[in-house]
């Protein structure tokens, strides 16, 4: 456990600093927030300081039988120093005038680095969620909700995927005591891997669970489209051909017709006079063929004959054959026109067009529900890395400083400050804690050189070697598979 600096203590009370709340503990109690306690008279950081191990099954690189960049061979076969100390149960730096909790050194590759860790209170995060499926979760911009509080926003719909805007300083801070803790509640259980059900105005009722499968309308979701209706028709023209005369992918985007579409017309797939209800854009490919909904590819139809007129009878001919098929392969029919034009359902599908709506089900996806973690690392936040924060965040601009998120990779948007997104599946589980302000509690490091730590204006009189800061730690993990090690070099812009 982790010991906190004591600002005071009144009436055998600590007074914690760790955050704007500043809780009195008693002795044997623990905060608002759950992450410190009052252990015999100290403040003890209560979860442990996670450690990050590489092995060789890992990637962990072989020790070359010769002198290495830590001295002559020793007989061990992997990098068994090769750690890396994350945020996760390493404390704050608030009221931020002081130095983060861990300022680590150690040698990679022969350099020497330097890693800043510590727990950042995000007033200013969120979180964005990417829900895998082609239903309708509700209209762009229609308020999220959680026991009845608007913690966030639908966004525009991405390819396959719905997605949703979560959190975010005005949603905690900005409106009421409720709908700040609610929020707040929510945030924390989405980026520690917890379920969260939630409504959206206007639209479904869904359960969220960052890595599984979403639940909509209490159905769990199985597939991730394969593609929009005209994607579908090219991917699989070829499979058709011969075996039928028409096909008609339902999309709530882009509704695919074989015969018109230019795949079709390479393949020399003839006109069959089909007429399809909403309005065209290219040849084959129909826009707004129905309203959005949880039926056939994210449209709100049940039947798929619904969406098409009357054939053309200069074209179509009694016997032409059709299938309907929707954008998962989860729904589809077999059609053929009889003495009058009109499309009847047959019973049983031939084996080589059951064939391909399996291929269009195998190449879909499984449903997923991925949340990333949003932040933005601010002044306050910086000045426990250096005493000039802007030069920190200049240098994570000119990837000299390498930025991560409990060890996994952060994308740091482009523009001013330092806006970080994370994968919470990447991180150590329970990597966030909250305090009451309300605002999330998450790790961020900052790796960088020694050299390049000195420049700009970093705590120099804080820094420990790792070995001191591993004597602390409480948890190791082995790292993600196919992530980047935190500390490689191939994640920074070396310098002269």
């Not at 390819?159 to 900005?174: A, D, E, I």
């Not at 098409?308 to 998962?328: E, N």
């Not at 499984?366 to 426990?384: C, D, E, N």
């Amino acid at each position: 456990m982790v010991k906190q600096h004591v600002e005071s203590a009144i009436n055998g009370k600590i007074r914690c600093d760790a955050c704007p709340v500043m809780c009195y503990i008693a002795d044997g109690r623990s905060g608002a927030c759950d992450r410190y306690a009052n252990v015999a008279g100290e403040l003890i950081r209560v979860d442990p300081l996670t450690v990050i191990e590489a092995t060789l099954s890992d990637g962990g690189k072989v020790v070359p039988f010769m002198a290495d960049s830590q001295g002559e061979w020793d007989g061990d076969i992997v990098h068994s120093a090769r750690h890396f100390v994350t945020a996760v149960g390493a404390g704050t730096t608030y009221p931020d005038y002081k130095p983060a909790p861990f300022i680590v050194s150690q040698k990679q590759d022969g350099v020497d680095m330097v890693t800043v860790v510590t727990e950042g209170i995000f007033s200013y995060c969120g979180a964005k969620v990417k829900i895998d499926t082609d239903r309708f979760l509700g209209p762009e911009s229609a308020a999220v909700r959680v026991d009845g509080e608007q913690i966030g926003h639908v966004m525009t719909g991405e390819y396959g995927s719905q997605m949703l805007s979560l959190g975010g300083v005005h949603h905690l801070t900005g409106g009421s005591k409720k709908e700040g803790r609610v929020t707040c509640d929510a945030l924390l259980q989405l980026c520690n891997r917890q379920a969260v059900e939630m409504t959206i105005d206007g639209g479904a009722s869904l359960i969220v669970k960052a890595g599984t499968a979403p639940i909509i309308n209490g159905v769990e979701e199985q597939r991730m489209r394969v593609g929009c209706g005209s994607a579908t028709i090219g991917m699989f023209a070829k499979q058709w051909l011969g075996h039928v005369d028409e096909v008609v992918v339902v999309d709530d985007h882009i509704t695919g017709v074989l015969s018109e579409h230019q795949a079709g017309k390479l393949l020399d797939v003839q006109p069959t006079g089909i007429k399809i209800k909403g309005r065209r854009s290219t040849p084959g490919r129909y826009f707004q063929v129905a309203e959005p909904g949880t039926g056939w590819g994210g449209t709100n139809i049940s039947d798929p004959l619904s969406i098409i007129g009357d054939f053309d009878q200069k074209t179509a001919y009694p016997g032409l054959r059709m299938l309907m098929v929707s954008t998962t392969g989860e729904q589809f029919g077999y059609y053929v026109l009889d003495e009058n034009l009109v499309p009847i359902l047959q019973s049983t599908l031939p084996a080589p067009l059951q064939q391909s709506v399996d291929i269009i089900a195998e190449n879909c996806e499984p449903a997923l529900a991925s949340v990333l973690f949003m932040g933005g690392a601010g002044g306050s936040l910086r000045a426990g890395v250096t005493t000039n924060p802007v030069r920190l965040t200049r240098s994570v601009k000119d990837a000299l400083t390498h930025v991560s998120c409990g060890g996994a990779p952060a994308y740091v948007w482009p523009g001013g400050g330092i806006t970080v997104m994370a994968d919470v599946m990447d991180m150590p589980s329970n990597s966030f804690g909250y305090v009451p302000t309300p605002a999330l509690v998450a790790p961020i490091e900052f790796t960088m050189r020694l050299a390049d730590y000195q420049a700009l204006g970093g705590h120099m009189e804080a820094i420990v070697p790792i070995e001191e800061a591993l004597g602390l730690a409480e948890r190791k993990l082995a790292p993600v598979a196919d992530r980047a090690w935190p500390t490689d070099g191939r994640n920074f812009r070396w310098g002269a």
